[in-house]
């Protein structure tokens, strides 16, 4: 049974930094694909942005891109967001997924696996 979960989320000010950590059990293949994504209120769930898990191959949506770094640490079957520079309009909840396949896809519905989801909040 494959299982994510997410950690890491809170409260920082606006310019702060935070890093979610996404680790992963029972994934059932070996080329796989990482993702975050965010959805706010009201919004839809966007792509922030994923990563390889056999390569450094990463792509970013533009919105976060230079102010979010995504990494993974195979050993611990962990994948990492880094955000620095939060914004007021970065607050969500975000949860990672996983996809059974390498395209880096930006579409939610590629995706086959998700976690529960961490809450991020910004404050003025």
């Known amino acids: 049974q494959v299982q994510l979960v997410e950690s890491g989320g809170g409260l920082v000010q606006t310019g702060g930094s935070l890093r979610l950590s996404c680790t992963a059990s029972?994934?059932?293949?070996?080329?796989?694909?990482m993702g975050w994504f965010r959805q706010a209120p009201g919004k839809e769930r966007e792509f922030a942005a994923g990563?390889?898990?056999?390569?450094?191959?990463?792509r970013y949506a533009d919105s976060v891109s230079g102010r979010f770094t995504i990494s993974r640490d195979n050993a611990k079957n962990t994948v990492y967001l880094q955000m620095n520079s939060l914004k007021p309009e970065d607050p969500a909840v975000y949860s990672c997924?996983?996809?059974?396949?390498?395209?880096?896809?930006?579409?939610?519905?590629?995706?086959?696996?998700w976690g529960q989801g961490t809450q991020v909040t910004v404050s003025a």
């Open positions: 997924a996983v996809r059974n396949g390498m395209g880096l896809t930006t579409v939610y519905r590629e995706y086959n696996y």
């Open positions: 029972g994934l059932p293949f070996s080329s796989a694909v």
């Open positions: 990563i390889r898990w056999s390569s450094s191959s990463a």
